[in-house]
């Protein structure tokens, strides 16, 4: 049975096992106990049985402006409804915080996050000239309330 809830340092291991699965990134630990610090309920993760398979961790980026950092599945979790699970819950907590807006930066070439998050109602606002670290175009997408 799937559950969202809010991280904790104890999903560690599981989240950036699933960021270097789906993200192939290799972030430090501090940078998830930073995120988790200064949002709990802006990150969370889906649990499917006593397992971590996904994970979503935002920051409020500016007064009323949420900013969503990771949004990841494990890939042999995916097209199974666990993104909307966690992106439901993420703008359940908004609504609660007052939140007016999402924005989020999409790899150009993610056709599959992309179409994800436009049945979610994110628009593309803008093109990110090499925004990743290999050269690659981002997207800027956003979502009003
Ligand atoms: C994007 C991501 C989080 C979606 O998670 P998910 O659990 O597979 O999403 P869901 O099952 O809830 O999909 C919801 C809808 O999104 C769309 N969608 C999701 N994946 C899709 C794909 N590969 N191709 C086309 N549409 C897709 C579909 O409309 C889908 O509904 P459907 O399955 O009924 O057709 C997942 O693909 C992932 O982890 N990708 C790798 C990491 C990544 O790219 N993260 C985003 C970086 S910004």
Known sequence: MLRVRPFSPQDLPPVSAIVRDALRENYPTSLYLDIHRWW??????????????GFLAAVVSAP????????AVYGTWRRRGIGSALMDAFLKE?????????????RKSNDSAIRFYTRYGFE??????????????????????
């Open 40 to 53: 709990r309920d802006g990150f969370l993760v889906a649990e499917e049985g006593s397992s971590v398979v």
């Open 64 to 71: 009323q402006l949420a900013r969503v950092l990771m949004l």
């Open 94 to 106: 908004c609504a609660m915080r007052g939140i007016h807006g999402v924005e989020l930066e999409v």
């Open 124 to 145: 593309i606002t803008n093109l990110l000239p090499k925004f990743y670290t290999d050269g690659e175009d981002g997207y800027k997408m956003r979502r009003h309330f």
